[in-house]
């Protein structure tokens, strides 16, 4: 019979940040991550506010998590989920000792709707 080991962890990326503890910084503070739509237009739709993930100065990097030539071939949320992925791993604690550990190695991911802008961009 073969050994089964379980690890749990977690990763976060959403509109409060990145991260469990700038997560619970921010509920704690009772921060907000809703705010003014900026990244695109919204001048012919009532909504003009939303939870997006923060990539100004000091907030998400993409950069610290996918190559700048491997963003340019994937949507914003598939970078979210690697980086909440490898998060989740780290915050496990779990270091595969073997191939075959990490071939057993898996994260769950869950993602609301996911690739609103190329959406967008085809629909139209």
């Known amino acids: 019979m073969q050994k ?3 690890v749990t962890g ?10 469990i503890d700038e997560n619970w910084r921010r ?3 009772a ?6 739509i900026t990244g695109f237009d919204v001048s012919d739709i009532p909504a003009k506010i939303a939870a997006r993930v923060d990539h100004s100065e000091g907030a998400f990097n993409p950069d610290d ?18 980086c909440a992925a490898q998060q989740a791993v780290e915050n496990s604690g779990w270091v595969p000792a ?5 071939w057993r ?3 769950l991911i869950g993602s609301g709707i996911g690739g609103l802008a190329e959406i967008a961009k085809t629909s139209t």
């Open 98 to 102: 073997t191939d075959e550990d990490s």
């Open 27 to 29: 509920i704690l503070n």
């Open 10 to 19: 977690m990763g976060i990326v959403n509109a409060l940040g990145c991260g």
């Open 4 to 6: 089964r080991v379980v």
């Open 105 to 107: 190695t898996g994260v």
């Open 31 to 36: 921060e907000c991550g809703v705010r003014e």
């Open 65 to 82: 998590w996918v190559s700048p030539k491997d963003q340019r071939r994937m949507d914003d949320f598939i970078i979210y989920g690697m």
